[in-house]
């Protein structure tokens, strides 16, 4: 080694900062003639030193690992300048005389493999399950007639081998977002006072709200994502689709810090709605195609399990809709648990190491031609909301109990401890600040509001927001009883609308802790017809449990610590 030559230090490691060993190296180093390739070292510890010649240029670095994502960084210098810069912004490289230090944080995030097919090609080949799948109807409404469970799944497999996800010809977006998304005007927002003073038309007009225009292709961009197992080589263990939401101002290399809203959906567990799938999911999961009606009884070709996050957050729930409508900037991720399969996604260690792969992974915008520079840190997890509508809610219980993850989730891959390198289990208290609980099932709900009540009053910079109808068993939040729960609301300011059927009772206190709100099922339903059945998003005239969504994320959303987007 000249005196004046490059010494460059690889160093290996994770999300959660733990060393890496077993990564396979290739180098390209270009000093203005031929680019010189070296040949591949596989590296037996977490660094690895190599020397590069004063004259040059461009280095590229190229990792690959059995249980990683694939990852390429490039260094580069014009002549003349003493620091390198590089073109992975997530990533860190310091330069120190002739010393160079390449952190390489290897993540486990990646895009999900995408691919086209003709909707003619997709409409003729579910087309030919037309009959099968308006048999399965009947056989099912013939079983409810007669008071027995139904029998018959309402899709049929098309290709449950596939093995990306569908988009349009020219891979601007999902094929499902391309179908449903769209800009609304006088999108309806609930404002923190909820509920209006009247109580007699139905639909919007019982809540206090304000319009908005919402463009979701101005507002954010929407991710679907492979998270886990997504190295280069076969693996035993299980690879989970996400679907991750981020408002484009996140995307700006100044944000320091990321907040969350992490969405548990419910069961996926029933098999006449979605395949099942056992340990470690492989097809159908993720990708799979099926034959199953439209909203106008046709067969259609479906992703079921990739179209969970689009529908709950661009038509089924408007999730993305309400977030931008309350000016909040944070990012929604909804993983997508197969057979209801939510084990990594309930325990603080393994949740946590989910949101700083995505901090890692999220991309970051550069003017062209700005793509190398000397950048910033990645950003940190800031603040999080873990929300669950209907059988997910019990598993903010289990969130809070705070488990050890299932032994299949092993560290340091799934998860870190401190003597590892980062604390995921105590940084994931740290950042949990609030709880949104949609209209959770009656079972288990009494002893989660009392867990829940407990936790809020820990830190003074915690949220809980919790909704119920009279479809998942009622609730009275103001009426005493004893425990944590009767604590929290002792002194609470009551509010209650209408009577009877059509009625609604508020419960919040004066430190901005607690909103906790029950309706009755038709205080939550739209008419039928008129002008108030074309507010956005629709309230319908029945479902109401499908409803509390659309009407207490919002809320949720404008009463919350999150970041504004202002």
């Known amino acids: 080694m000249a005196s004046a030559d490059w010494r460059i230090t690889v160093t290996v490691e994770n999300a959660g900062g733990a060393p890496v060993a077993g990564a396979r190296l290739t180098r390209s180093i270009w000093a203005g003639a031929a680019v010189q390739r ?66 390489a944080t290897l993540g486990r995030v990646r895009p999900a493999p995408l691919g086209h097919i003709p909707e003619t090609e997709l409409t003729r080949r579910a087309s030919a399950h037309q009959a099968r799948l308006d048999e399965a109807d009947r056989k099912n ?26 988009t349009t010809q020219d891979r601007t977006a999902y094929r499902t977002q391309a179908r449903i998304q769209r800009v609304i005007s006088g999108f309806h927002v609930a404002t923190p006072e909820l509920l209006s003073e009247t109580t007699t038309a139905p639909g919007w007009t019982r809540f206090t709200t304000t319009l908005h225009t919402v463009d979701p292709n101005r507002e954010g961009r929407l991710y679907l994502v492979e998270y886990g197992e997504v190295g280069d080589d076969p693996s035993p263990g299980p690879r989970f689709a996400v679907g991750v939401w981020v408002p484009q101002r996140l995307h700006d290399p100044r944000t320091e810090a990321l907040d969350f809203v992490v969405w548990l959906h419910p069961h996926t567990n029933n098999r006449l709605v979605i395949p099942q799938v ?44 309400q977030l931008a409508a309350a000016r909040r900037a944070a990012v929604i991720v909804i993983p997508v648990a197969p057979s209801s399969h939510f084990e990594p996604f309930e325990s603080p260690a393994t949740l946590m190491r989910l949101l700083r792969e995505l ?55 799934w998860w870190t401890t401190r003597q590892q390198g980062l604390d995921d289990v105590a940084d994931f ?57 009767g604590t929290l609301v002792k002194g609470a300011t009551v509010v209650r609308r209408g009577s009877g059927d059509v009625s609604a009772v508020k419960v919040t206190d004066a430190r ?10 038709s205080f939550l339903l739209g008419p039928e017809r008129g002008p108030e059945a ?33």
């Open 38 to 103: 070296l040949p591949e070292v596989t590296l037996s510890g977490a660094t690895f030193t190599f020397v590069a010649p004063e004259a040059a240029q461009s280095i590229v670095c190229e990792l690959r690992h059995a249980r990683y994502a694939a990852l390429a960084m490039a260094l580069v210098r014009n002549p003349g300048e003493r620091v390198w810069r590089w073109t992975n912004s997530t990533r860190r490289v310091g330069t120190t005389g002739s010393e160079v230090t390449v952190t």
């Open 429 to 485: 208290r740290r950042v949990w600040k609030e709880q949104w609980a949609v209209d959770g099932i009656a079972s288990g709900f009494l002893p989660y509001v009392d867990a829940a009540a407990s936790w809020v009053q820990q830190t003074d910079d915690r949220r809980l927001r919790i909704y119920k109808s009279r479809f998942t068993g009622g609730w009275d939040p103001a009426a005493p009883r004893p425990g944590a729960w």
């Open 278 to 321: 056992g340990y470690p999911f492989r097809q159908p999961y993720p990708y799979g195609i099926v034959a199953a009606k439209n909203v106008q009884g046709n067969a259609d070709a479906a992703q079921r399990f990739i179209d969970i996050p689009v529908f709950h957050l661009l038509s089924q729930h408007f999730l993305a809709y």
């Open 141 to 166: 409404a013939e079983a409810r007639r007669r008071g027995r469970p139904p029998t018959e799944p309402n899709f049929v497999p098309l290709d449950l081998d596939h093995r990306t996800a569908l």
């Open 512 to 521: 901005g802790w607690l909103q906790a709100v029950s309706f009755t099922d």
């Open 359 to 413: 901090c890692l992974w999220i991309p970051r915008d550069f003017p062209r031609g700005a793509e190398a520079a000397v950048h910033r840190p990645q950003p940190a997890v800031g603040r999080v909301v873990v929300s669950a509508f209907s059988s997910s809610v019990p598993r903010l219980h289990t969130l809070m109990n705070g488990l050890r993850p299932d032994s299949r989730y092993d560290a340091p891959f």
């Open 534 to 566: 074309a507010f956005e998003p629709p309230l319908l005239p029945n479902s109401a449990h499908e409803m509390m969504p659309r009407i207490c994320f919002g809320h949720a959303a404008v009463t919350s610590g999150l970041a504004s987007a202002d």
